[in-house]
């Protein structure tokens, strides 16, 4: 999420109108793979989700495609999260390994090593904070990630977990199985009223930023250009064999220090070689959003990573000025100069097929990195300019740059909640102070940014 504009009426989201009126590339896939005979591992990431894991574990019990190993990897909780999850299991019938760390070391560490040791197709990447709403989620991620050898990850809709939501589920029989007979109490419940209100606070301004960036921003990306910047990490399948051979790639020269948040850093690698990561709009998962008074730390940490990985990727980012270049080697392919190429894309037809390798990226930019090239300016730009217009007294700019922004982005909301519009509205205006609040940890984030650039020069940036 860290690419998300801030000014509604910027390049990225006319890129995303582009895209929807557009249209998709509508090449009919011809998968060199059945998806239905792939191996998926779940790997669980957990540190101190003693509340969560039940929500989690009984979200995969109820998934259509069962995986062939889950892994739960405790990272040195202080809770009982590794013996909940093997309660848990136990009761749905769920063969699980769970390994147990005696000190946190990170999620990247159990990315890498969970790819190289073990032969799964897929490696399905689901946070112990987080559970599967859709009960087809890991078909569908799986299903899209074998349309393509160039489609490396998918993801889908991420929601906020709210009360209701974890209710919900623990109704489901599934759930039923973990109480063995008890009545449903939800830990989260037991939270001050003080708390209850900062969450609440915390998953409406979600709420309303995932419905713009999913079901806006996003989908018109994965129209226009078949991928999205980055898959949302929480709850994301992606090609085993293609992670391992990227942390082969990298650790000799970051180790673990794959920026502020390795999702942004993977998904920017990913697209890099020329590989596209996906996201669906028809499955969801619900994930818990932190307290609202812990959501600066949260945006400083995805935006620092984007900033971070436009430094590490820089020839994606400068794209937008080798178009003449793409241009002239798609006039070379089209007469004749790379005939085997074509050759090729036409015994596998693939949507959006472009050429592998981290040298095509140097030489002729990728499509995606328009999306890159446009998130950087937003991402400076819009917080600079807020602040710029007070200094120099330019008033009337602000406020019309203030209401445009805030009432087409209300527009937008309204239009793409079907059924919820009159709350979409309402949530928009509740949380517009908070959005405008929350920019001020967009420029603390550049300044450290240009310091660890040009003063400081620490670059072993990770979370």
Known sequence: MATAPWF???????????????????????????????????????????????????SV?????????????????????ASRAEQTAQRLGLKIMVIRRQASIGKTPTLKRQAREFDADV????????????????????????????????CGRVLPMRLSDRRRLAE???????????????????????????????NIYRDCLYRYLQGFVFHGQMVFFGG????????????????????????????????????????????NQGYRNAQLTDVSARSEEPLATRLPRQIALWSSSFLQSCYYFD??????????????RRWQERHGEHGEHIREMRKIAEPYRQAFGEEVTRRYGRPLGWIIFMSAIEKVGFPTALIVMPLLRMWEPLLVTVLAESLLSLMVLVVIS??????????????????????????????????????????????
Not at 190 to 199: N, P
């Open 61 to 81: 019990a109820r998934q259509t495609h069962k995986p062939r190993n889950i892994i739960v990897v405790d990272d040195g909780s202080s809770d009982d999260t």
């Open 418 to 463: 079907r059924g919820e519009r009159w709350k979409a509205f309402g949530k928009s205006l509740l949380v517009t102070p908070l959005r405008y609040a929350l920019i001020l940890t967009e420029v603390v984030t550049i300044g450290r940014f240009a310091s660890d650039l040009w003063i400081t020069r620490n670059r072993k940036w990770r979370k």
């Open 8 to 58: 509604v009426i910027s390049p990225n989201a006319l890129l995303s109108v582009v895209g929807l009126l557009r249209g998709p590339d509508r090449t009919v896939p011809t998968p060199a793979q059945d998806w239905r005979t792939a191996t998926v591992d779940v790997v669980i990431p957990a540190y101190r989700e003693a509340e969560n894991i039940a929500h989690c574990l009984v």
């Open 228 to 271: 999205i910047t980055n898959p949302v990490g929480c709850a994301v399948a992606y090609r085993r064999e293609y992670i391992k051979d990227l942390f082969d790639r990298y650790e000799p020269h970051f180790g673990d220090n794959l920026t502020n948040s390795e999702d942004i850093f993977i998904g920017f690698a990913l697209i």
């Open 315 to 328: 020839a994606l980012v400068r794209s937008p000025f080798k178009a003449f270049a793409r241009l002239r």
């Open 123 to 154: 490696e399905f990447i689901l946070d112990g904070d987080t559970f599967l709403e859709s009960p087809d989620y890991i078909a569908r991620c799986v299903e899209e990630l074998y349309k393509g050898v160039g489609i490396a990850s998918v």
């Open 172 to 202: 489901t029989p599934e759930y039923a199985a973990v109480l063995d007979g008890k009545p449903y109490v939800d830990p989260k419940s037991s939270r001050t009223r003080l708390q209850l209100m900062w969450w609440g606070l915390t």
